[in-house]
């Protein structure tokens, strides 16, 4: 179980908001199918035993912060997120609307990719999706790298160009193609995950 100061425990000896990880264990080890999770404040760890644990299970703890944060990132916009197994690994990455979660679109996975290149890509399926959709919002991504490689219109990668991830890299070129024959103005702007939380488009595989 993650570090964390406050505990939930949704099925256990006794469910509840727990404020210790002795106290929390105390409910759980043992217990066959104990749904339990930590969370850094009461507040967080209060509403999320309001809420069922299914909602949580396999994902930050943190995701959703965004909502009760005094800044708030802009609505309507885009979250992106990538997921790489190993670097290189199989490679996917998806798009989902920031105030509802829900999934606008999803790639791969691709082989022999790497988080960088994801990060990348799924900004510009994003600006594509928009486009596409005759829509007009600002994207978020967590990724710096990622960002600055779309502002440059190049993916600036070192991983190597071989036959094993020729799909990747006829990806990757599209997505720079696409940048250079489409001058338009958009917005692409760093997700605060220290203020809002895991970005929501998160695959929650950390």
């Known amino acids: 179980m ?14 509840g908001v727990f404020d210790s990880w002795n106290a ?7 217990f066959a199918g104990a749904e339990y999770k930590a969370f850094e404040t009461r507040k967080e760890a209060e509403a999320a035993f309001t809420a069922s644990y299914i909602a949580f299970k396999g994902k930050s703890a943190t995701l959703g912060r965004w909502v009760k944060a005094s800044v708030k990132p802009i609505l309507p916009s885009i979250c992106v997120d990538a997921a790489c ?21 999803h790639a791969g996975p691709f082989t022999k990719g790497t988080n960088n290149i994801g990060e990348f890509l799924a900004i510009v399926h994003a600006l594509t999706w928009m486009v596409k959709h005759n829509s007009s919002m600002p994207v978020y991504s967590d990724s710096n790298n990622a960002i600055s490689w779309v502002k440059a219109g190049s993916c600036q990668t070192q991983l190597k ?23 338009h103005e ?13 970005i929501p488009a998160d695959f929650g595989r950390k």
Do not use: M
């Open 2 to 15: 993650a570090a964390g100061k406050y505990y939930v425990v949704w099925k256990g000896r006794k469910t």
């Open 85 to 105: 197994k190993g670097s290189p690994g199989p490679l996917e990455y998806r798009g989902v609307d920031t105030g509802s979660g829900d999934q606008l679109f």
């Open 24 to 30: 929390c264990e105390g409910q759980v080890r043992g």
């Open 161 to 183: 160009h071989t036959h094993t991830n020729a799909q990747v890299f006829a990806i990757i070129t599209s997505a720079e193609n696409w940048l250079a024959d489409n001058s």
């Open 186 to 198: 958009f917005e692409v702007l760093k997700w605060d995950t220290k203020k809002w939380g895991e």
